[in-house]
């Protein structure tokens, strides 16, 4: 069972910026593909980012691509989201997911099988 944590959220002006985390229990990090989803209030979780286990594919949803960056260090076993140029519109909490290197398709939610709590990210207009 993979335990996934994530911290960095917070209240911010639109406009900054800030750097989610994401620690993951597993010694076999390395092999795991990473995504961060969002949800936010009275909508449905939506894919923001993933990173593959071999760090050769990178996906990001179309409205986050040149503002969010998704990036992951094995030694730390940890996965981050670097978010820029933030808007009120990002408001979300936003979810860790982890899933084997047999799921491809890491764009997708059902791909994942292991979630984190969530960090509420709060962009002031």
């Known amino acids: 069972q993979v335990q996934l944590v994530e911290s960095g959220g917070g209240l911010v002006q639109a406009g900054g910026s800030l750097r989610l985390s994401c620690a993951a229990s597993e010694r076999t990090f390395s092999s795991l593909s990473m995504g961060w989803f969002r949800q936010a209030p009275g909508k449905e979780r939506d894919f923001v980012a993933a990173?593959?286990?071999?760090?050769?594919?990178?996906y990001y949803a179309d409205s986050m691509k040149g503002r969010f960056t998704i990036s992951r260090d094995n030694a730390k076993n940890t996965v981050y989201l670097q978010m820029n140029s933030l808007k009120p519109e990002d408001t979300a909490v936003y979810y860790c997911?982890?899933?084997?290197?047999?799921?491809?398709?890491?764009?997708?939610?059902?791909?994942?099988?292991?979630w984190g709590q969530g960090t509420q990210v709060t962009v002031s207009s």
């Open positions: 997911a982890a899933t084997t290197p047999r799921r491809t398709r890491i764009w997708l939610i059902n791909e994942y099988d292991y």
């Open positions: 990173i593959s286990w071999s760090l050769t594919n990178t």
